[in-house]
């Protein structure tokens, strides 16, 4: 079974029949290149049993690229209008396949359930809340073992920075909470309309178990966050309002084996865990 997958010509139908125009305020920009949406499929390295969570998936491009590799798609979109358009789609353009789509009109940040437990999320993320979507989907759903994003490409590179590096930050720290993410490929401006202003990055990413530690994700997610707020300040400086002084930062540090002089941008998770449990 196959799908016949969307062009530039028919985006733009799909687009004028419904009175629309991409919207900045939910990061919209529609990838009308169906070799690009071949190349994150297959990136995905998707299975025939896999239950793929894809958001936003707009007018359906890479939805109808990822239907016949998979036993379903669970598509979140916050759109009302092109949520419901997309099983027409889908219909239209992979009759034989109608019957894997599920979707959900709903905002990926609030969602906690799904029709279906979700094994990958494959998806073209709106620029806007990549970072905070990613957060929360493998927050809420376990059952989440892997996928691919489509970011900003500055954004690919903090998720995926190691420590040290000068766009290491909080995103990168919270990601390696919860999983192992790489680079994963380049996708150039020119396959969207409208055509965005930066290019976007691929990322990765395989589940990990977290860190050892007494310390709750909650608190370990509480130093990340100010030790970042400041990151060009020594710990001991940063954390002082974390800690209630900068003494008592440093012997919170001391305690959990860091230099109170070393910055944030040089820990990498389990760093930031110890941080926490030292109180």
């Known amino acids: ?12 139908s799909l687009a004028a029949e419904l009175e629309i125009k991409p919207r900045k305020s939910l990061g919209q920009n529609f990838v009308v290149d169906a070799n690009t949406v071949r190349r994150i499929a297959t ?42 358009r997309l099983p027409r789609t889908v219909a239209v353009q992979a009759p034989s396949l109608a019957d ?8 990926a940040l609030r969602i906690r ?3 279906a437990e979700p094994t990958a999320l494959v998806a073209n993320l709106p620029y806007n809340v990549a970072v905070p979507v990613v957060l929360h989907l493998l927050a809420v759903m376990p059952s989440l073992q892997r996928g691919l994003v489509m970011v900003q490409s500055e954004v690919a590179d ?12 909080a995103p990168t720290v919270k990601l390696a909470w919860w999983a192992a993410a790489r680079r994963a490929g380049a996708v150039p401006r020119t396959v969207f309309w409208p055509v965005p202003n930066i290019d976007s990055g691929l990322v990765a990413f395989e589940r990990r178990t977290p860190p050892r530690t007494s310390a709750s994700r909650k608190a370990v997610f509480a130093v990340v966050d100010a030790a970042f ?10 954390l002082s309002g ?7 930062a440093e012997a919170a540090l001391v305690a959990a084996g860091i230099d109170p002089a070393t910055r944030g941008e040089q820990l990498d998770v389990a760093a930031f865990a110890r941080i926490a449990e030292s109180v």
């Not at 903090?158 to 930050?169: E, F, I, K, W």
């Open 43 to 84: 990136a995905a390295e998707l299975v025939a049993d896999d239950v793929v969570l894809e958001v936003g998936p707009g007018l359906g491009s890479l939805t109808l690229a990822m239907l016949p590799e998979v036993a379903t798609v669970i598509a979140v979109e916050i759109d009302p209008v092109l949520a419901e």
């Open 1 to 12: 079974m196959s799908s016949r997958l969307l062009g530039p010509a028919e985006i733009r």
């Open 113 to 115: 359930t799904l029709p």
């Open 229 to 238: 707020a400041q990151r060009r300040k020594t710990l001991r400086a940063a």
């Open 158 to 169: 903090r998720l995926t920075a190691t420590p040290g590096s000068r766009v290491y930050g």
């Open 100 to 107: 894997r789509l599920l979707v959900v009109a709903d905002d």
């Open 242 to 248: 974390w800690a209630g002084s900068a003494a008592a």
